[in-house]
């Protein structure tokens, strides 16, 4: 089955950049779009951004300024950066499949198990 | 951006009660609207997309209905395994946005 994985360092130092990998097994990147979220006590769930493996990204406004998203089919993997972290940014960042379902309504329908990062000096 | 409310914040439930949480858009999204469940330390879970239709491996007593600014996911005969806090998500306008989720608990 399809499973997704989230990794990278838990604690980032302020003005630093973040940097995520999602590792997918059980389905070729290629075939699908795929989305970042994060969840703060603060704001609740935030839509980051996604990427389609043609290069195509969409990005939240809020935060489209520091975020880059790539991805590498070689590893079947697909990345996040975020760039002058603050203390706002800490937060568990989820990966996710980003799916249209036959109506063509987009959803999250996998997840991965979600990492914590910590902005902090 | 949308702006997705969702009521009750917090609810408390008995095994085999009957749920109804709503979720409410500040603008016409149509069909655009997914559900979500999400237990403590926990990734969310996909229950109900397209506002009404059931993900794969989801039990029947969960389902949705609704349309354009008002949407409801009910839970029938409430089981131990449904205590978690549910989110509704649209995707009809860039960025998506979730409600701020409703909290179940005994």
């Known amino acids: 089955q399809v499973q997704l994985q989230e990794s990278g360092p838990g604690l980032v130092k302020p003005s630093e950049t973040l940097s995520l990998t999602c590792t997918v097994s059980?389905?070729?990147?290629?075939?699908?779009?795929w989305s970042w979220i994060r969840q703060s006590a603060g704001k609740g769930l935030e839509w980051i951004g996604r990427?389609?493996?043609?290069?195509?990204?969409n990005y939240n406004p809020s935060l489209k300024s520091r975020v880059a998203m790539s991805a590498d089919t070689s590893k079947n993997q697909f990345s996040l950066k975020l760039t002058s972290v603050t203390a706002a940014d800490t937060a568990v960042y989820y990966c996710?499949?980003?799916?249209?379902?036959?109506?063509?309504?987009?959803?999250?329908?996998?997840w991965g198990q979600g990492t914590m990062v910590t902005v902090s000096p | 951006d949308i702006h997705m409310t969702q009521s009750p914040s917090s609810l408390s439930a008995s095994v085999g009660d009957r749920l109804t949480i709503t979720c409410r858009p500040n603008?016409?999204?149509?069909?655009?609207l997914n559900w979500y469940q999400q237990k403590p330390g926990k990734a969310p879970r996909l229950l109900i997309y397209?506002?009404?239709s059931l993900q794969s491996g989801v039990p029947s007593r969960f389902s949705g209905s609704g349309s354009g600014t008002d949407f409801t996911l009910t839970i029938t005969s409430l089981q131990p395994e449904d205590f978690a806090t549910y989110y509704c998500?649209?995707?009809?306008?860039?960025?998506?946005?979730f409600g701020p989720g409703t909290k179940v608990d005994i």
């Open positions: 998500q649209q995707t009809f306008s860039s960025p998506p946005t």
């Open positions: 603008q016409n999204i149509y069909n655009y």
């Open positions: 397209a506002a009404s």
């Open positions: 990427i389609v493996i043609s290069g195509s990204t």
């Open positions: 059980g389905v070729s990147i290629s075939s699908y779009y």
């Open positions: 996710a499949r980003w799916f249209a379902s036959e109506s063509d309504v987009y959803d999250c329908d996998i």
